[in-house]
């Protein structure tokens, strides 16, 4: 069955980096393009940007430029979010989803990774 | 950017009762509407796309309808394991928002 394991949780000081991977399994991760989703606590989610798991080119959207890397690795089915020069407001859960279903060439998240919860604290 | 904003924010509901949940956009973006049903420590869980296609494995109690800027998500009879938080997202644009969110609880 579809699945998507996500990395541990992490505990970082301000103006450290972070990765979180997102392993699929059950199919193809070429087949699909990868979501990242974070959200904060009590905060509804917010839409990050997508990595095209064929060709690797990322999208970021507006918020999410410069700091945030998505990234992949085919061979390992994996996807990853790098996060540098951390700040408070970062800590958050960040989830990936898989772009399953298509609304007239828009992805929808039909799958999601169980969410990695990323701690910034001095 | 597209805002959505979600009516009622709390929803106080008793099992089989039916809910109704609004979902409004700054502008029209039929059909790129999905709900998303959230647990506490979950994540979110896809109900509806295209505004009124019942995910597969959803029960058929929920249901999505509407069009341009206004869309409803119900639930017919509330179940247990239906007291969750509700999100809304669209699909339309470079920035692809989730409403705020309707907490429905136990009455």
């Known amino acids: 069955q579809v699945q998507l394991m996500q990395s541990g949780s992490e505990s970082k000081k301000p103006g450290a980096s972070v990765m979180v991977s997102c392993r699929a399994s059950?199919?193809?991760?070429?087949?699909?393009?990868i979501i990242w989703v974070r959200q904060a606590p009590g905060q509804r989610p917010e839409w990050m940007g997508w990595?095209?798991?064929?060709?690797?080119?990322?999208t970021y959207a507006q918020g999410f430029t410069g700091r945030f890397v998505f990234s992949l690795d085919t061979s390992v089915r994996t996807a990853y979010l790098h996060i540098s020069n951390l700040k408070a407001d970062d800590t958050a859960v960040y989830y990936c989803?898989?772009?399953?279903?298509?609304?007239?060439?828009?992805?929808?998240?039909?799958?999601w990774g169980q969410g990695t919860l990323v701690t910034v604290s001095a | 950017d597209i805002q959505l904003t979600q009516s009622p924010s709390f929803l106080s509901a008793s099992v089989g009762d039916r809910v109704n949940i609004t979902c409004r956009a700054s502008q029209g973006i039929s059909p790129y509407l999905a709900w998303y049903q959230q647990k506490p420590g979950k994540a979110p869980d896809l109900l509806i796309y295209?505004?009124?296609i019942l995910q597969s494995g959803v029960p058929s109690r929920f249901s999505g309808s509407g069009s341009g800027a206004e869309f409803t998500l119900t639930i017919s009879s509330l179940e247990p394991e239906d007291f969750a938080t509700y999100y809304c997202q669209h699909l339309n644009g470079y920035v692809r928002a989730f409403g705020p969110g309707t907490k429905v609880d136990i009455k």
């Open positions: 059950g199919y193809s991760i070429t087949s699909h393009a």
């Open positions: 990595i095209n798991t064929n060709s690797g080119s990322p």
């Open positions: 989803a898989r772009a399953g279903i298509a609304v007239l060439g828009k992805g929808v998240s039909d799958y």
């Open positions: 295209a505004a009124s």
